[in-house]
């Protein structure tokens, strides 16, 4: 067993060998919690949840630690126009990206930690670095000198004149060079904020990451990961930050995932195409969008639409169909006959090549194909007169198996009894009068998945269904 992955400080797919044997620590950045995350801040929970389950499948233990930034200048303004505050705000946002991304079938990390949970170490972190010279205090700003890191732009692959005439930087009189970044921000008038050895205040975004980073996986991590869009300035003043202290590697690789366009234009609130996961799991089987996201490869654009979706819905469904029929032979047949030895060497021929793809760069795209022949196979062994009791195991074993790896899950849903229906009904609607939303609001999801439409009558709520 060898895994290639592809590292953007490099350029190049390298083997990958963690710092301690059987062991991963790996580091992926989280969202600002201001709003209801939209399907591009959805692709890298999917992606390295992925990375993570194969790791796993391939028998490694993975430390997986994703932070929140819940205080911001985004989630400032958001409170401010809600009329809240940033840690109400904060917490309905969190709550919300859980209940989105656990319904597209990610697991938790092992830690999420909080920026504001962290203050104190932020803090420290920031104090080593003006102690080494590398970061200064400025009428109760804390600036890093990005110039005096002679390795910046070793991630972006550009020298740092060249990142200067890219970047968009804003005149600041209070830097003692355009370039610097901030570190700590002295607070304004009516913002939250803590107390700091350069004023009342608040971090900075960048610091933020390399000071949680090296509290919970130590000075050097296996594995760095995030969207594209983060690799510069983000993760370049991570390596820039985090490097300056310690002296040693930040990361040792770096996984970025490709864009989300929206029929092929770049989404924009502008543009009327901002597409929000939480609508779209209202209308669509979350794993349709999961099998959807993992259909491309994880470094390449991938390109939303409905006709897209709708398209990966029915190769799900071709999969779960496939799946389904094998258990309605072993469960309807009479009789079963010895197994067929030929058929167990292609059931693990696919296993072979599912793990083979995923070896080489989490390929989801090639082992999502491996499951479609897996399908073919299944299909063509249940045109058979006599079937085995084994084989039939030995093919849903594997579906359950490799899918497990990708986070779907293929076994179709048991139908729910009117019974049942009423009983959910009844339980939301007591829910609604304790006033506990989420419950209700769950069981509404939950009815939905199961294509039940709720109307409320004058006599109360009927339900069909779709």
Same mark, same amino acid.
């Given at each position: 067993?060898?895994?290639?992955?592809?590292?953007?400080?490099?350029?190049?797919?390298?083997? =990958?060998?963690?710092?301690?044997?059987?062991?991963?620590?790996?580091?992926?950045?989280?969202?600002?919690?201001?709003?209801?995350?939209?399907?591009?801040? *959805?692709?890298?929970?999917?992606?390295? #949840?992925?990375?993570?389950?194969?790791? !796993?499948?391939?028998?490694?233990?993975?430390?997986?630690?994703?932070? +929140?930034?819940?205080?911001? #200048?985004?989630?400032?303004?958001?409170?401010?126009?809600?009329?809240?505050?940033?840690?109400?705000?904060?917490?309905? +946002?969190?709550?919300?990206?859980?209940?989105?991304?656990?319904?597209?079938?990610?697991?938790?990390?092992?830690?999420?930690?909080?920026?504001?949970?962290?203050?104190?170490?932020?803090?420290?972190?920031?104090? *080593?670095?003006?102690?080494?010279?590398?970061?200064?205090?400025?009428?109760?700003?804390?600036?890093?000198?990005?110039?005096?890191?002679?390795?910046?732009?070793?991630?972006?692959?550009?020298?740092?004149?060249?990142?200067?005439?890219?970047?968009?930087? !804003?005149?600041?009189?209070?830097?003692?060079?355009?370039?610097? =970044?901030?570190?700590?921000?002295?607070?304004?008038?009516?913002?939250?904020?803590?107390?700091?050895?350069?004023?009342?205040?608040?971090?900075?975004?960048?610091?933020?990451?390399?000071?949680? *980073?090296?509290?919970?996986? @130590? #000075?050097?991590?296996?594995?760095?990961?995030?969207?594209?869009?983060?690799?510069?300035?983000?993760?370049?003043?991570?390596?820039?930050?985090?490097?300056?202290?310690?002296?040693?590697? +930040?990361?040792?690789?770096?996984?970025?995932?490709?864009?989300?366009?929206?029929?092929?234009?770049?989404?924009?609130?502008?543009? @009327?195409?901002?597409?929000?996961?939480?609508?779209?799991?209202?209308?669509?089987?979350?794993?349709?969008?999961?099998?959807?996201?993992?259909?491309?490869?994880?470094?390449?654009?991938?390109?939303?639409?409905?006709?897209?979706?709708?398209?990966?819905?029915?190769?799900? !469904?071709?999969?779960?169909?496939?799946? #389904?029929?094998?258990?309605?032979?072993?469960?309807?047949?009479?009789?079963?006959?010895?197994?067929?030895?030929?058929?167990?060497?292609?059931?693990?021929?696919?296993?072979?090549?599912?793990?083979?793809?995923?070896?080489?760069?989490?390929?989801?795209?090639?082992?999502?194909?491996?499951?479609?022949?897996?399908?073919?196979?299944?299909?063509?062994?249940?045109?058979?007169?006599?079937?085995?009791?084994?084989?039939?195991?030995? +093919?849903?074993?594997?579906?359950?198996?490799?899918?497990?790896?990708? @986070?779907?899950?293929?076994?179709?849903?048991?139908?729910?009894?009117?019974?049942?229906? !009423?009983?959910?009904?009844?339980?939301?609607?007591?829910?609604?009068?304790?006033?506990?939303?989420?419950?209700?609001?769950?069981?509404?999801?939950?009815?939905?998945?199961?294509?039940?439409?709720?109307?409320?009558?004058?006599?109360?709520?009927?339900?069909?269904?779709?």
């Amino acid at each position: 067993m060898s895994i290639q992955l592809y590292n953007t400080v490099t350029r190049n797919k390298e083997l =990958f060998t963690p710092i301690e044997e059987g062991k991963v620590s790996m580091y992926v950045c989280g969202p600002t919690v201001y709003n209801y995350i939209h399907i591009g801040n *959805a692709r890298p929970p999917i992606v390295f #949840d992925t990375v993570r389950r194969h790791l !796993e499948y391939r028998g490694y233990d993975v430390k997986y630690v994703s932070n +929140f930034t819940d205080v911001d #200048d985004k989630l400032i303004r958001a409170a401010n126009e809600l009329g809240e505050d940033v840690p109400t705000v904060a917490e309905r +946002f969190i709550e919300a990206f859980f209940n989105d991304v656990e319904a597209l079938g990610c697991k938790r990390g092992t830690e999420h930690p909080r920026v504001t949970e962290n203050i104190d170490l932020i803090i420290e972190f920031i104090e *080593a670095l003006i102690e080494k010279g590398y970061a200064y205090e400025s009428a109760g700003d804390v600036y890093y000198r990005t110039r005096k890191f002679k390795d910046y732009g070793k991630l972006s692959h550009q020298s740092i004149d060249e990142l200067r005439i890219g970047a968009r930087i !804003e005149s600041d009189e209070r830097k003692d060079d355009e370039l610097d =970044f901030v570190l700590w921000k002295a607070a304004k008038e009516g913002e939250i904020s803590w107390e700091s050895p350069w004023g009342n205040g608040r971090p900075g975004w960048h610091i933020e990451c390399s000071a949680m *980073a090296r509290k919970y996986l @130590g #000075d050097t991590i296996d594995i760095h990961a995030g969207g594209q869009d983060l690799a510069f300035p983000h993760h370049e003043n991570e390596i820039a930050q985090s490097e300056a202290l310690t002296g040693k590697s +930040f990361a040792n690789y770096w996984m970025h995932n490709g864009y989300i366009n929206i029929d092929n234009e770049k989404m924009s609130k502008s543009l @009327g195409n901002f597409v929000l996961v939480n609508d779209i799991l209202k209308q669509h089987d979350p794993q349709v969008l999961r099998f959807f996201m993992l259909s491309v490869h994880y470094r390449h654009p991938i390109n939303y639409n409905l006709d897209l979706l709708n398209a990966a819905k029915s190769g799900l !469904e071709r999969i779960r169909t496939s799946y #389904d029929n094998l258990l309605h032979r072993k469960q309807s047949s009479a009789e079963l006959t010895d197994s067929n030895g030929e058929w167990l060497k292609v059931i693990q021929k696919n296993k072979d090549a599912f793990g083979e793809a995923m070896d080489d760069d989490f390929n989801t795209a090639n082992a999502i194909s491996v499951l479609f022949e897996l399908s073919s196979q299944a299909n063509l062994y249940l045109r058979e007169k006599n079937t085995s009791g084994e084989v039939i195991d030995a +093919f849903t074993a594997a579906f359950d198996e490799l899918a497990a790896v990708l @986070g779907l899950s293929i076994a179709k849903q048991k139908e729910l009894l009117d019974e049942d229906i !009423e009983a959910l009904i009844q339980k939301r609607e007591q829910a609604r009068k304790d006033r506990d939303f989420k419950t209700a609001d769950a069981i509404r999801d939950q009815l939905k998945e199961q294509n039940i439409l709720l109307e409320d009558t004058a006599q109360g709520i009927r339900w069909r269904r779709g």
